[in-house]
């Protein structure tokens, strides 16, 4: 049960701040760093440097839009993210199974 995780992926997806900015580029159906940051709690640039670190990772793609660049979610790259989560949560409930059996024989066995 060796599950092969992205660690690149998951750190750019561990700030909460670039997780909203994938909830809002995924509702919006994508968007630029000017509107992203009328709707976060962050400056313009500090939205730019976050998107560039979803770019390097695959989670957004960026196309020319005038003077902006336009962002839009890797849904490929997401549904990738999202697999290896759910691998990831399977491995450990099964972890977690087996310790309830292991600490459930070990108190079967103090009662006898």
């Known amino acids: 049960m060796n ?3 992205d660690d ?15 909830d809002v580029l995924l509702a919006d159906g ?11 709690p962050v400056t313009r640039q500090a ?4 998107l560039g670190v979803l770019q390097r990772v695959g989670l957004v793609h960026v196309t020319p ?8 979610v890797d849904e ?3 549904a990738r993210a999202v ?10 409930d099964a972890r977690l199974q087996r310790i309830k ?3 459930e024989a070990i108190q079967r066995g103090q009662e006898g």
């Open 3 to 5: 599950v092969t995780v």
């Open 8 to 22: 690149e992926l998951w750190s750019a997806v561990g700030d909460p701040t670039r997780r909203r900015m994938l």
């Open 30 to 40: 994508g968007g630029t760093a000017t509107t992203l940051s009328g709707q976060l």
């Open 47 to 50: 939205v730019a440097k976050h």
């Open 65 to 72: 839009s005038g003077r902006e660049r336009r962002y839009e």
């Open 76 to 78: 490929a790259q997401l």
């Open 83 to 92: 697999a290896q989560l759910s691998a990831v949560g399977a491995t450990w």
């Open 101 to 103: 059996r292991i600490a």
